[in-house]
């Protein structure tokens, strides 16, 4: 999708510079290829307004690659003939900014999400140079499409892991859209009149829109500070009984 003119000018006005940050985007579809997918559609407005801000973006579609679900950083230590994982979460690990997509089934996120968010949750012990959970100083949105109600109820499922994980989530930082309740066109799908299924829609290109530049400021404004300060959420300055082993699930945010 091209930007609307309003999303256009706020990134010609734009006078921040994001240029060093970079962001990566989940798609967890459920269809095989990434160009059949109506999720990444809407996923590609808010990546399209973060790269015309200098943002280096990555698009990841979770099925095109092998990510068997797990707790466990390498999961081929576990059993599995193979595991991508460990390449994407550097990808994960090197960008200030999570955008997780996902389409709705049955009023729920997707089952290749929640493997997304098993995944990233096996990261979770990982710390900093601050004692701190290795997502601190980042910050993470979510953009749900379907045909059915729920974008609320999966926002808040992902919202909470990502803030429970570590990182910042800014306000107003979901998205999304869906049709009429029972079968119908998916965003993206072309209508009889030869206009797009939302991509005309007001309310979800304007939370589009705001999420995404909220996500740009706080990142922002984190990498500036150097990240939340430590006193008082040091890992390490609990007593070594208490410290945290990552490849150890029990030991995990």
């Known amino acids: 999708m091209t930007l609307t003119d309003q999303q256009k000018k706020l990134c010609d006005d734009n006078t921040t510079d994001f240029s060093d940050l970079k962001a990566v985007i989940v798609n967890t579809s459920l269809k095989r290829q990434p160009s059949e997918s109506h999720t990444k559609l809407l996923l590609n407005v808010a990546g399209e307004i973060m790269e015309r801000n200098g943002v280096m973006v990555e ?3 979770m099925l095109s690659h092998q990510v068997p679900p797990g707790v466990y950083p390498d ?4 059993g599995w003939d193979r595991d991508d994982w460990p ?5 994960v690990k090197a960008a200030e900014i999570l955008i997780i997509g996902s389409p709705l089934w049955l009023g729920e996120e997707s089952s290749v999400c929640r493997v997304l968010i098993e995944r990233l949750y096996g990261m979770s012990g990982m710390l900093n140079d601050k004692g701190q959970s290795l997502f601190y100083g980042k910050v993470g949105g979510c953009v749900i499409t379907g045909n059915e109600d729920g974008i609320k109820h999966a926002s808040m499922t992902l919202l909470y892991a990502l803030g429970h994980l570590g990182y910042t989530v800014p306000p107003q930082a979901d998205c999304g859209w869906i049709g009429e309740a029972g079968p119908g066109p998916s965003y993206g799908d072309e209508m009889d009149d030869g206009t797009r299924a939302g991509f005309g829609n007001d309310f979800t290109q304007r939370n589009t829109t705001i999420m995404t530049w909220n996500l740009l400021h706080l990142a922002r404004m ?6 939340l300060p430590n006193h008082g959420n040091d890992r390490n300055a609990w007593k070594a009984g208490c ?4 490849e150890n699930p029990e030991h995990r945010a």
Request: glycine share 10%.
């Open 243 to 246: 410290r945290f082993d990552y």
């Open 75 to 78: 999961m081929t230590e576990q």
């Open 59 to 61: 698009h990841v579609h």
């Open 222 to 227: 984190l990498k500036d500070a150097g990240g």
């Open 87 to 91: 390449a994407l979460w550097e990808k």
